[in-house]
């Protein structure tokens, strides 16, 4: 499945989204703090960041968390183009397993913004989560 192009000024605004969410960040346990940016297909623009629990399990991710506001305020017919994850640590950080799987459900051409290993890196979801899991 193809991706859609993002506009060099689109990942500027979406990585600056995704670090002031950051900042909110409830991360007492890890001290990880996340912030992550979606852009949906009605061009419309959520942020997240992860929200720990003292029964660990309980952790949402920032992205789980801009995706779950997304569903929240804009309906279920969610289409995800583009999602852009920050740490304050500044160290490479892509998005977990889990969060993969719930971006391809919404987002299965989406784009993600985060920082490899070399620096500021783009992949499709599908080089992330090859083979996600469908129903439908
Ligand atoms: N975390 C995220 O919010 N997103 C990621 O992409 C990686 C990990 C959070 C979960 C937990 O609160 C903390 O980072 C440490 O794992």
């Known amino acids: 499945m193809p991706t859609s192009k993002i506009s060099a000024a689109m990942q500027k605004r979406l990585a600056l989204a995704a670090r002031q969410a950051m900042k909110h960040a409830y991360a007492p346990f890890s001290n990880f703090k996340v912030g992550a940016a979606i852009l949906t297909?009605?061009?419309?623009?959520?942020?997240?960041?992860?929200?720990?629990?003292?029964?660990?399990?309980?952790?949402?991710?920032?992205?789980?968390?801009?995706?779950?506001?997304?569903?929240?305020?804009?309906?279920?017919?969610?289409?995800?183009?583009?999602?852009?994850?920050a740490n304050a640590a500044?160290?490479?950080?892509?998005?977990?397993?889990?969060?993969?799987?719930?971006?391809f459900e919404f987002g299965p051409r989406a784009i993600i913004l985060y920082q490899g290993v070399k620096g500021d890196k783009q992949s499709p979801i599908t080089d992330l989560l090859p083979e996600g899991f469908r129903l439908k």
């Open 90 to 103: 500044g160290v490479p950080c892509s998005p977990c397993g889990a969060c993969r799987q719930v971006i």
């Open 41 to 85: 297909a009605r061009g419309h623009i959520f942020v997240g960041c992860n929200v720990e629990n003292s029964s660990y399990g309980m952790t949402n991710c920032a992205e789980r968390t801009a995706i779950f506001s997304a569903v929240a305020k804009d309906g279920p017919d969610l289409e995800i183009l583009a999602v852009a994850v």
